[in-house]
Nanobody, 127 residues
Framework: QLQLVESGGDLVQPGGSLRLSCEAT????????IGWVREAPGKDREGVSC????????YYAESVKGRFTISRDNAKNIFYLQIDSLKPEDTAVYYC????????????????????WGQGTQVTVSS
């Protein structure tokens, strides 16, 4: 059974950096695309970045391009979201999620059409 466990959320100052981790267990990796989704109070859920395990294709939401970087450790099935130049509007709960690799990555990510979710990790950007 697929399980996703996030870690790395923290309170950071504006302009700082953070790396979130997502450990995936119990799955056949080449069936999935892994994504990061954030939810902030009063805002719509947003798929910020995804990576296809099969071909390393990536997707970034326009709001995070140039500041967020998604990557993975193939051997450990750990997925990372590097967040640089943090802004207060990045404050949210960040979820790791898995979707079927056969969905176009742009649609899967932008519509957050995932089939499995982690429990989330809180990122707070404040001075």
């Amino acid at each position: 059974q697929l399980q996703l466990v996030e870690s790395g959320g923290d309170l950071v100052q504006p302009g700082g950096s953070l790396r979130l981790s997502c450990e995936a267990t119990g799955f056949r990796s080449d069936y999935y695309t892994i994504g990061w989704v954030r939810e902030a109070p009063g805002k719509d859920r947003e798929g910020v970045s995804c990576i296809s395990i099969a071909d390393d294709n990536t997707y970034y939401a326009e709001s995070v391009k140039g500041r967020f970087t998604i990557s993975r450790d193939n051997a450990k099935n750990i997925f990372y979201l590097q967040i640089d130049s943090l802004k207060p509007e990045d404050t949210a709960v960040y979820y790791c999620a898995a979707g079927w690799r056969w969905s176009p990555i742009e649609i899967l990510c932008s519509r957050t059409a995932f089939v499995s979710w982690g429990q989330g990790t809180q990122v707070t950007v404040s001075s």
